[in-house]
């Protein structure tokens, strides 16, 4: 399909071509939207579908596979469609035969009753069993290649980028892989970084130098200003504060904090509400439960001052009412809450994801916020970080982070494809 552009540049030649008496320059001018139209569609012809893969364990890929789609489309044009790897995989998951529940359901699971204590262990025997399915993974994979036929392949996923590359070189070699990081930093052996011949995008120092330390090549390896966020995190808000917070039954010249643990919610909320609630600190909370019921009915019937929602599409709506964000340290929720300048608490021990350990580090070593190692010193952290000295450098940090990373990629995909195809 061609762009709207070179559509209207080959209406613009026909219409001059119309012209019964055109001049040498008028000839001219033809000659080179003609070349300009043939050339732009050729592209699309050599343009095929573009494969975005992600899965559904946690809500942070589908996301952010979504939030480049948008982006991409808008810039490029392209043809892309998303594609689930876990319902391709549905046939040898050995979690969805033995009990029914796919193995993302299962882990959405344990994150939405907050059972994570031994999740290390626990990935270290999954990657164990992806290596024993590796073949069938593979085998299912060509069988989707050989429909679909791609043009570019970008994984959003993390565990099984070995087999979509192996598959990817058997059926159309000369296709280019590119894996997104979707965390702040790799989580080795075999988690986001595969030693092949494929392509990375990276969104901190951190998972470049990871990169580069497994013998990556400079030219393999490409660098964003952060996490792939939504556009509309980055479209102006013009909505009143003082008005909106009372409108939600809020006050509109409290201190608010934003508490949020993902898609599923966290029974931990309850903790920090009835904490909070419970101490002598003059603040509110917007509590944001996904699509948690249980969750919002509980916190609803706690005392205090607060606006309980749902699962939600305008998060950046309700981080513009408030003042600091509460939850785990997922890379999603604190570059948003970063991106609304917005300083951030998360717990970081043993319950906390593997993957997701570093990012409180990073949260310390940026200074745009503070790092417990319980929600049981709640009170005291948000004391500390409420301080005006405090919470003006935090404030200022958040403020001078300046992620652009789902307006980024679209060109880096772009120069991937160019090369590849030239």
């Known amino acids: 399909m061609w ?30 939207l003609l070349l300009y139209t043939l050339r732009a569609m050729r592209e699309c012809v050599q343009m095929r579908r573009v494969e975005f893969v992600y899965f559904d364990a946690g809500g942070g890929h589908r996301a952010a596979a979504t939030a480049l789609r948008i982006v991409t489309e808008q810039q490029l044009q392209w043809n892309i469609h998303l594609m689930n ?24 699971g344990l994150l939405k009753k907050g059972w994570t204590w031994g999740t290390g262990f626990g990935l270290r025997v999954f990657q164990a069993a992806i290596r024993l399915y590796h073949q069938d993974q593979v085998r299912l994979l060509e069988a989707y290649w050989r429909q679909s036929q791609p043009a570019l392949v970008v994984s959003l996923v993390p565990h099984f980028n070995r087999a979509i590359f192996e598959s990817l070189r ?9 894996t997104i990081l979707t965390d702040l930093a790799d989580y080795p052996p075999h988690f986001w970084l595969e030693r092949q011949e494929q392509f990375y995008i990276c969104g901190s120092d951190r998972a470049v130098a990871q990169a580069r330390s497994l013998g990556l090549r400079q030219d393999q390896i ?23 917070r009372q409108r939600l039954g809020l006050d509109p010249d409290l201190a608010t904090g934003l508490v949020m643990f993902g898609g599923q919610g966290s029974s931990v909320m309850v903790k920090i509400a009835r904490k909070l609630a419970a101490s002598k600190l003059n603040l509110q909370l917007i509590l944001i439960c996904g699509h948690n019921q249980r969750l919002a009915a509980e916190l609803r019937g706690i005392q205090g001052r607060k606006h ?14 408030s003042d600091f964000f509460i939850g785990k340290p997922g890379p999603g929720s604190i570059s948003e ?16 994801l593997p993957q997701e350990r570093y990012n409180a580090a990073w949260v310390l070593e940026k200074q745009v916020g503070s790092v417990l190692r319980s929600f049981r010193q709640i009170t005291q952290t948000v004391e500390v970080l409420l301080d005006p000295t405090n919470f003006a450098r935090y404030r200022s940090n958040a403020a001078a982070m300046n992620n652009r990373a ?11 494809l160019s090369k590849a195809t030239s």
């Open 222 to 244: 490409y660098q964003t200003s952060g996490m792939i966020l939504h556009p509309k995190f980055f479209q102006p808000i013009t909505a009143d504060r003082a008005a909106e």
């Open 406 to 416: 789902v307006f980024e990629i679209p060109g880096m995909l772009r120069e991937i």
């Open 170 to 178: 058997r059926i159309t070699p000369t296709t280019p892989l590119v």
């Open 308 to 321: 309980v929602e749902s699962f939600t599409t305008e998060v950046p709506y309700y981080m513009h009412l």
């Open 337 to 352: 809450a970063l991106t609304m300048k917005l300083p951030v608490i998360v717990e970081c021990n043993a319950r906390t």
């Open 85 to 108: 790897l876990q319902e391709l995989l549905d046939g040898i998951d050995p979690v969805l035969k033995l009990t029914g529940l796919r193995l993302q359901d299962l882990y959405n």
């Open 3 to 32: 762009t709207c552009k070179s559509h209207r540049t080959f209406q613009i030649a026909v219409q001059m071509l119309q012209i019964s008496s055109l001049d040498m320059k008028s000839w001219l001018k033809v000659y080179f």
